[in-house]
């Protein structure tokens, strides 16, 4: 007999979030931040200028920050088999699979306004790499919103809504949330205690 308890860690995760506490060791960590920092001089000034719903249902307002593709070490923690049974377990998902990996570096000055990420960000996993990075702000009560309504929202009130949640991006811990349906954003970069290294990586859900 078919349980509810699928169903049940469906909704769950995708209202509130996983974390994935000692999924990596602590030598991974080590070398993650170390490829971070190596590819920084890599890095180049991404983001968008404007305010757009996009075809694939993905959804962007201005955003600046400086963003490189994961390195070998990155790219082998996101192909990580064990890491991707563990990921597809926790949402009953079993069609998952990693599609792109990288780095973004926040300076003082930086932000990313809100926004949905692409389709292929079923999950999108993300972790600081640096102490200090301040949380984001998610909205997981708008998944359902459609893109005219999240435009009249930044209309209203700009790219950072009050009134929304914060979301720990936890340091050498991996976060993974509906990057796709609930929309999220990262408030303006103040000054340096602010500034730090943040580690990405997707599933798509084939
Ligand atoms: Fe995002």
């Known amino acids: 007999m078919q349980t509810s308890a699928p169903a049940d860690?469906?909704?769950?995760?995708?209202r509130e979030g996983l974390l994935f506490e000692d999924a990596l060791t602590g030598g991974t960590?080590?070398?993650?931040?170390?490829?971070?920092?190596a590819l920084r001089g890599e890095a180049s000034e991404s983001g968008f200028t404007?305010?757009?719903?996009?075809?694939?249902g993905s959804f962007c307002t201005p955003s600046r920050y400086l963003s490189v593709k994961g390195g070998p070490m990155l790219t082998a923690?996101?192909?990580?088999?064990?890491?991707?049974?563990?990921?597809?377990?926790?949402?009953?998902?079993?069609?998952?699979?990693?599609v792109r990996c990288g780095y973004n570096y926040y300076r003082p000055g930086d932000y990313m306004g809100l926004h949905r990420d692409s389709v292929k960000a079923t999950i999108t996993v993300t972790f600081a790499l640096s102490e200090g990075l301040p949380p984001m702000g998610?909205?997981?009560d708008l998944a359902d919103t459609g893109g005219d309504d999240l435009a009249a929202l930044v209309q209203r009130e700009g790219c950072f809504p009050d009134g929304f949640a914060e979301r720990e991006v936890p340091f050498c811990?991996?976060?993974?949330f509906d990057g796709y349906n609930i929309p999220h954003?990262?408030?303006?970069?103040?000054?340096?205690?602010?500034a730090g290294v943040l580690g990405?990586?997707?599933?798509?859900?084939?």
């Open 9 to 14: 860690a469906v909704r769950a995760w995708q």
């Open 29 to 37: 960590w080590d070398r993650l931040i170390a490829e971070a920092k």
């Open 50 to 56: 404007n305010t757009a719903a996009h075809r694939d």
């Open 77 to 98: 923690v996101s192909r990580d088999t064990e890491l991707l049974a563990l990921v597809r377990e926790a949402t009953a998902l079993p069609r998952l699979i990693p």
């Open 138 to 140: 998610w909205a997981p």
């Open 173 to 176: 811990q991996l976060s993974a």
């Open 185 to 194: 954003w990262r408030p303006l970069v103040t000054g340096p205690e602010q």
């Open 200 to 206: 990405t990586f997707c599933f798509f859900n084939l």
